[in-house]
């Protein structure tokens, strides 16, 4: 059961993950988000900005990222981002050959040593800068774990010029911890551009961080408080202003209030949640306290039990097997330096190919889907449906038939209608009607082996994953995707979102990733290798 929907929540609006859309803009943020992006596209070199755990250091990483993503007016040059998330490394020489690997650059050797790959990356920056005018970005995220010599490499990196520019612009964000290193460091310090030091919020700060969550993430963006005003003293009491802090709290107070059965949070639900004592010196109220709680808990599975929703509490999820059919996880990301190829039967290759300028290891928030209690068992035969969805306001019969098969033809729609004799008006179908999606034999296609795809999404969950299609498929930069229903009899039915685009190679389609908008690459996937018997439902599928 996910709160955010009891809550009338369109989404989690206190997700753990550094989501750059839920970045509130208090001052010192955009102040240091304008001075950093000023800072890349005027190639200015070096710029650090460091904060305390929990200041909020990457969602603006990731903020200033998507925002370099951006084109601009004029004749400004491109802007390639590469991120950098853990340089924590053995020495100098595992430092360059990283960068290299980040940066996608392919002709590094085994025996190659410290010279010859900072060479190689020089000549890859005079390319990419000067020939092809791009403005190339390392972002470096957890900079206090750069060894002490390989900040000298960094200082090395500066020194690749023109007259007029820097060929790699360089942005740190750091702990408190590297300041001492920079100090002791007096040739890289006097070469930064730009030195912000991040700072917690004020009361009044986080106040509106948490409006402004609450309002992106609500169905409706105007709805009251849910926080009393002193609840959210509560939460500045107990955060002290850090995001971080504050995120994990409201996240606890959201729950309570759903298993409480509150509209509003106040200061008493609040300090319960942050694991403070409520009242001083009074035993006799925590434990009522604690009663109440447990009562409120047990009433919470016993209407779930009786309304058949699922309890998922202590129990264990389990990830799907699909191996043996090229498709991912639906957890995994993409790691910066290489794409997952998923083989017949095999164990996941890696295929080093030149990362995607926003490929970042970010902690997506994915849908688990339970194991099946037979996690070795054959699906001898297609089902007769390949799942349900609700229909939402504005969609029809054609959209949802050319959506899923690829055409809306009189034989599909025929078996569509016969499948669901509810629908009266193939015209128009009243929002929250429940449609079958028959497994049509006639509509499916032999998935050829050789077929490389780049994924975007994947997932047991029909409706999850359309929804989640028309939301992308609207986005700006996006080529052609299309909604894919596969089956195989190891694996049984499984839903994607695609390019619709069959890529000869797989430096083909690392490269049409690169070309992805930021959200998007930064979990799309290379697939090949598909086994013998997997079948789709989209005729549209390109190459195939």
């Known amino acids: 059961m996910e709160y955010f929907n009891l809550l009338e929540f369109k989404k989690e609006p206190f997700s753990n993950s550094p989501e750059p859309e839920f970045l509130f803009a208090a001052p010192q943020h955009n102040i240091c988000l304008q001075r950093l992006e000023l800072a890349v596209r005027l190639r200015r070199g070096l710029n650090i900005v460091i904060g305390a755990v929990g200041t909020g250091k990457t969602t603006l990483c990731r903020k200033l990222i998507q925002n ?58 005079f390319e990419q800068g000067v020939q092809e005018q791009k403005n190339i970005v390392l972002v470096i995220d957890e900079g206090q774990k750069i060894p002490d010599d390989c900040l000298e490499i960094l200082r090395e990196f500066l020194n690749y ?71 959210m003293v509560a939460v500045y009491l107990a955060t002290r202003g850090y995001p971080r802090k504050v995120v994990s709290l409201c996240h606890q107070v959201l729950i309570m209030m759903m298993i409480r059965g509150k509209s509003k949070a106040s200061w008493f639900l609040v300090r319960s949640c942050s694991g403070k004592p409520v009242v001083h010196g009074s035993r006799r109220i925590s434990w009522a306290a604690l009663g109440l709680l447990t009562l409120a808990v047990v009433a919470f599975f016993v209407v779930q039990y009786w309304t058949g929703l699922p309890v998922n509490v202590g129990q264990k999820k389990h990830r799907p097997v699909l191996s043996g059919i090229g498709v991912p996880n639906p957890s995994a990301t993409i790691a910066p330096a290489q794409l997952n ?91 929250g009607t429940v449609i079958q999606l028959p497994a049509e034999q006639g509509n499916t296609r032999p998935l050829k082996p050789e077929t490389i795809l780049v994924l975007l999404e994947n997932s047991k969950n029909l409706e999850n994953i359309y929804d989640s299609f028309l939301e992308k498929k609207n986005l700006d930069g996006v080529p052609e995707i299309l909604f894919v229903p596969f089956w195989n009899q190891r694996d049984g039915s499984y839903f994607a979102i695609v390019l619709n685009q069959n890529f000869k190679s797989l430096e083909e389609a690392g490269k049409a990733v690169r070309r992805l908008p930021l959200e998007l690459a930064a979990s799309a996937q290379v697939l090949s290798q598909w086994s013998g018997d997997t079948v789709f439902f989209n005729t549209r599928l390109a190459g195939n």
Request: proline fraction near 6%; avoid cysteine; aromatic fraction near 6%.
């Open 341 to 431: 190829s998923v083989g017949n039967n095999k164990q996941t290759d890696n295929i080093q190919v030149p990362a995607p300028p926003a490929a970042i290891e970010l902690s997506k928030k994915t849908e688990t889907i339970p194991e099946a209690a037979n996690a070795s068992a054959v699906h001898e035969k297609m089902p007769e449906y390949l799942g349900a969805i609700s229909i939402k306001k504005g969609m029809t019969v054609w959209q949802v038939l050319a959506t899923v098969y690829g055409n809306n033809g009189q034989e599909i729609t025929q078996k569509f209608l016969e499948a669901n004799p509810q629908i009266k008006n193939r015209d128009f179908m009243l929002p």
């Open 161 to 231: 010029e023109t007259n007029s520019f820097k060929l790699l612009q360089i942005v740190i964000f750091a702990q408190p911890e590297l300041r001492k290193n920079l100090a002791a460091r007096a040739n890289l310090l006097d070469r930064v551009n730009y030195l912000y030091h991040l700072k917690p919020l004020s009361f009044m700060q986080t106040k509106a961080m948490i409006a402004h969550r609450i309002s992106l993430a609500s169905i409706e963006p105007d709805r009251r408080p849910l926080f009393t005003m002193s609840g």
């Open 68 to 125: 370099l993503a951006l084109p601009v007016a004029g004749d400004a040059p491109a802007v390639e981002t590469f991120l950098l998330l853990d340089p924590a490394v053995a020495g100098r020489l595992d430092f360059v050959r990283t960068v290299a690997s980040i940066l996608g650059i392919l002709d590094i050797l085994e025996d190659d040593n410290e010279w010859q790959i900072k060479e190689k990356i020089k000549n890859f920056l």
